[in-house]
């Protein structure tokens, strides 16, 4: 659950240990800068937009579902009426929603700060985009593909500018299917999520070394939330109508994971911490990154890291989106 007051626990964000806890009040002023959001209506991206605007950020949560945006909006503007926050229309699994959503933010925000890749949707039936792409990889990799290529520019004038994609420890159950990258001879919705999870990664260390390669100064970040408690979980069950799956879900949520609040936190630690640097991926700082009390510098796996895959991951979702930048 979030807190009750802009904040909230984190003030008390300190580990069992004798560590320096690592708190909201770490982050440094950010009235002076100006950041989107995906998926900012609920879950991680909600708790994250609020946490930024405690801060003084500029927040443009840019979700599909406007009427759920606005309450979302009202939510935190209740907790904090000074909170500066905006909307934008944004359908990840349309290209022509993605594209209108990207002129939109570039006539109204020349220079955007940072752009947190969160929305997602997790182990749903198999399912098209509007574009004919299977909808998991469709959503949470090519869609934010495509949105972080057509907002390179304004992206490249912003102060310190940095692109964070939020990625999953199931990460690691992950294989680039080339061969069937929508899954149409074979479909397990948890290994096409897990699918659409690595490439997170492996986007992001691609842009690291494409940045670096032509010195450009952007930070290319990653985050996971360990196992956290949103509604991205029942999502799948609802679909199926399987009361057992709904079941089983809910009880894993109540028993074994953390709040949104606490999930939220690495995406935090990524989007606007000072000492963020390119490439540098964050998780909970608990027992095999699941749970935490503050945020910790973790490793993708090799697969994550590994330049041929991301390049070719390049390539294919230049092809697929018709969207190409630093190519």
Same mark, same amino acid.
């Given at each position: 659950?979030?807190?009750?007051?802009?904040?909230?626990?984190?003030?008390?964000?300190?580990?069992?240990?004798?560590?320096?806890?690592?708190?909201?009040?770490?982050?440094?002023?950010?009235? /002076?800068?100006?950041? !989107?959001?995906? &998926?900012? #209506?609920?879950?991680?991206?909600?708790?994250? %937009?609020?946490? =930024?605007?405690?801060?003084?950020?500029?927040?443009?949560?840019?979700?599909?579902?406007?009427?759920?945006?606005?309450?979302?909006?009202?939510?935190?503007?209740?907790?904090?009426?000074?909170?500066?926050?905006?909307?934008?229309?944004?359908?990840?699994?349309?290209?022509?929603?993605?594209?209108?959503?990207?002129?939109?933010?570039?006539?109204?925000?020349?220079?955007?700060?940072?752009?947190?890749?969160?929305?997602?949707?997790?182990?749903?039936?198999?399912?098209?985009?509007? /574009?004919?792409?299977? !909808?998991?990889? &469709?959503? #949470?990799?090519?869609?934010?593909?495509?949105? %972080?290529?057509? =907002?390179?520019?304004?992206?490249?004038?912003?102060?310190?500018?940095?692109?964070v994609n939020v990625s999953s420890l199931?990460?690691?159950?992950?294989?680039?299917?080339?061969?069937?990258?929508?899954?149409?001879?074979?479909?397990?919705?948890?290994?096409?999520?897990?699918?659409?999870?690595?490439?997170?990664?492996?986007?992001?260390?691609?842009?690291?070394?494409?940045?670096?390669?032509?010195?450009?100064?952007?930070?290319?970040?990653?985050?996971?939330?360990?196992?956290?408690?949103?509604?991205?979980?029942?999502?799948?069950?609802?679909?199926?109508?399987?009361?057992?799956?709904?079941?089983?879900?809910?009880?894993?949520?109540?028993?074994?994971?953390?709040?949104?609040?606490?999930?939220?936190?690495?995406?935090?630690?990524?989007?606007?911490?000072?000492?963020?640097?390119?490439?540098?991926?964050?998780?909970?700082?608990?027992?095999?990154?699941?749970?935490?009390?503050?945020?910790?510098?973790?490793?993708?796996?090799?697969?994550?890291?590994?330049?041929?895959?991301?390049?070719?991951?390049?390539?294919?979702?230049e092809a697929l989106t018709s969207v190409?930048?630093?190519?």
């Open positions: 659950m979030s807190s009750p007051i802009p904040g909230g626990p984190l003030s008390e964000c300190v580990p069992s240990d004798t560590r320096m806890a690592w708190t909201l009040d770490n982050l440094p002023d950010l009235s /002076d800068r100006t950041l !989107v959001i995906t &998926g900012a #209506n609920s879950g991680l991206g909600w708790e994250t %937009t609020r946490m =930024l605007a405690v801060r003084g950020a500029r927040v443009v949560m840019a979700c599909r579902n406007q009427e759920k945006a606005r309450e979302a909006m009202g939510r935190i503007q209740a907790l904090l009426p000074t909170a500066r926050l905006e909307l934008a229309t944004l359908d990840l699994g349309s290209l022509r929603s993605i594209r209108a959503c990207a002129k939109d933010l570039k006539a109204r925000f020349p220079a955007i700060d940072v752009l947190v890749n969160n929305a997602g949707i997790m182990a749903i039936p198999r399912a098209l985009t509007e /574009d004919g792409f299977e !909808v998991q990889i &469709g959503t #949470n990799h090519l869609g934010h593909f495509a949105l %972080t290529g057509l =907002l390179f520019d304004a992206l490249q004038r912003g102060r310190a500018p940095r692109v199931v990460h690691t159950m992950g294989t680039l299917r080339f061969d069937d990258l929508m899954g149409e001879r074979s479909y397990q919705k948890w290994m096409a999520y897990a699918q659409s999870k690595l490439a997170n990664l492996l986007f992001t260390y691609e842009l690291q070394r494409r940045l670096e390669a032509r010195g450009v100064g952007m930070v290319s970040a990653a985050a996971h939330p360990g196992y956290s408690s949103t509604n991205l979980a029942a999502v799948g069950p609802q679909q199926e109508k399987s009361a057992f799956g709904a079941a089983f879900m809910s009880m894993g949520d109540t028993m074994f994971a953390q709040s949104a609040e606490r999930g939220a936190l690495p995406s935090l630690y990524a989007a606007a911490a000072p000492d963020v640097a390119s490439g540098d991926y964050y998780g909970p700082d608990g027992l095999f990154e699941v749970w935490g009390r503050g945020p910790k510098k973790v490793s993708g796996n090799a697969a994550s890291r590994d330049p041929v895959t991301g390049a070719k991951l390049w390539e294919v979702s190409s930048w630093l190519s």
